[in-house]
């Protein structure tokens, strides 16, 4: 079983950046290669895939993302960061943070097995 646990949102003015983290919570057996993704979603609108980052480092973004956002993470910590920079109103979303297997596409939502609650990203012009 994997818990995730997402933190940091909040609310910016354009331009402005935010960190987003999210601390995972590992029992039992998991596979020890894994996707780890922040994803979001706008009310009426499908969740889409921001960035991932798999077990060994390899890291995918979405073109809307490529270059302002980052994301990394701390194995001690058992933490996924998300440190996103001149952010745009359109990046207003809530943010979830998941996990997947080493199988899956790195941004596709339904691929991923495992949610947080997700935090509230509001970003005004």
């Known amino acids: 079983q994997v818990q995730l646990v997402e933190s940091g949102g909040g609310s910016v003015q354009a331009g402005g950046s935010l960190r987003l983290s999210c601390t995972a919570s590992v029992s039992g057996y998991t596979y020890s290669t894994y996707w780890m993704g922040w994803f979001r979603q706008v009310p009426g609108k499908e969740r889409e895939g921001v960035a991932a980052?798999?077990?060994?480092?390899?890291?995918r973004y979405a073109d809307s993302v490529k270059g302002r956002f980052t994301i990394s993470q701390d194995n001690a910590k058992n933490t996924l960061y998300l440190q996103m920079n001149s952010l745009k109103p359109e990046d207003t979303a809530m943010y979830y943070c998941?996990?997947?297997?080493?199988?899956?596409?790195?941004?596709?939502?339904?691929?991923?097995?495992?949610w947080g609650q997700g935090t509230q990203v509001t970003v005004s012009s």
């Open positions: 998941a996990r997947g297997g080493s199988w899956v596409s790195p941004l596709a939502p339904r691929q991923f097995g495992y």
């Open positions: 980052i798999h077990s060994d480092g390899a890291t």
